[in-house]
Structure formats: structure tokens, C-alpha cells
């Protein structure tokens, strides 16, 4: 069976233009859907946050509202609590990528304060692309290939990618607040952008970089990401 790294936000907020606070974190989804088809398919999954630090679930995540249903959001909560993979993460500058079969990376805004400047995660990132092995980054997550930049150039330029878009955080009322956004900064660093409808599934698989634009596409990414383990 293969062995997982999730590397995960350690914010608990995301810092807006005007320099408020917005209340933030991993998003359930992202993480939960992932992870279950992953665990009940017979892999171990571990945990890596910059500094080790316990990871946030963003509230707004287990809410019915947001979740799908409030049987969704009891669903989400149960996955959260029995992962006792996220009550303890590794440093992720301790994480080898030589002891992992794929990496992945959940959303949520997290990503977007932390892992798009964090230098361990942006070294990994570069490494498992070099790597072959399955990468696999979803909704805001490709945020952190931003910190993979050397000498003003990544080694995602010419991937095609999709991820979180403008027209998406327009929607939920932050474009405007944000300081930047994901879908613009992924353009600027040189990969070919790729959407779908917002809210709606959607991935693209380049080489062995998998993405997914949204929450809703976290559980299809883990299915493609299944079909190459297995």
C-alpha cells in the first residue's frame, strides 16, 4: 500500500488588503473526501504543516450551507474527528519526499498565507514534479507553487493547472478584499490556466501534476489519484 503526504495549511487566517483578519484555515472537503477514499482503500495517510503546528478547519466548511446538507456536514465532522492524522502533523520541513508515494494538498484560504512563501513546501513541490511521483494540489492550494519560484522562474511554467478562479472568490465576496488573487498570481508565474464552471467538478492532470479547481472537486482528484496507485 502507499504511503501519502498531505501537506496542509497551518494558518488559522488569511490576511486581507485592508490587513483584516479573515477567519480561515483547511477546507473539510478538501481534506476529508481525499482522505477516506484513500484510507479505506488501504493507504496511510501523513500529515505536514509548516512548524508542525495542528492544522485549522475553516468553520465556514461545516456549515450546511457550505457543506451540501447538514447530514454532509455531520459526515465532514466525523471524518475530522476520527483522523487522528491531523492531531498530529510532522514539520514540513522535516518531510522527505523520498518516503512518500504522492503528495497532496488540500485547500481552503490557508494556503494562500502560508504555503504561497513557505520555502520547504516550495522545495518540495519542485521536487515531487522533478519526482514523476503523483502531485496532487487542489482549489486554493496552488498557492504554494508560488513559492517555488528560482531566480524569478518556476518549474510549473507550461503546466496546464486549474485551481480556485476569480470568477469563484467573486462570487463568495472576497475578490474585491483580496490582497491578490490565485487565478491572476497563477497566470503571472507562467502555467496554462484551465477552468470549469464554478461549483462545479472539474480537474485537469498534466504529466503527474493532478489539480482541481474547486471543493467540489477534491473527490474526483482522489480517484484519479487511486487509479495511479493502485
Known sequence: MAKILFVMTGASYWTL???TRHP???WAEEFAAPYSALVRAGHEVVVATPGGVVPHVDVMSLRPTMAG???IALE??????????LRAPIDLADARLEDYDAVYYPGGHGP????????ASGRLLTEALDSGK???????APAAMLATRHKGVSPFVGYRVTAYTNDEEAAVGLADKARWLLEDELVDLGVEFSRGEIWKPYTVVDRNLYTGQNPAS???LAQQLLAVLN
Open 24 to 26: 480561515t484555515g483547511y
Open 17 to 19: 488588503k485592508d490587513g
Open 134 to 140: 503523483p502531485l496532487a494540489v487542489v482549489c486554493h
Open 218 to 220: 477534491a473527490g474526483p
Open 112 to 119: 494562500m498565507e502560508d504555503l504561497s512563501v513557505d520555502a
Open 76 to 85: 465532514l465532522e466525523g471524518i475530522l474527528r476520527s483522523a487522528d492524522e
Open 69 to 71: 446538507s447538514e447530514q
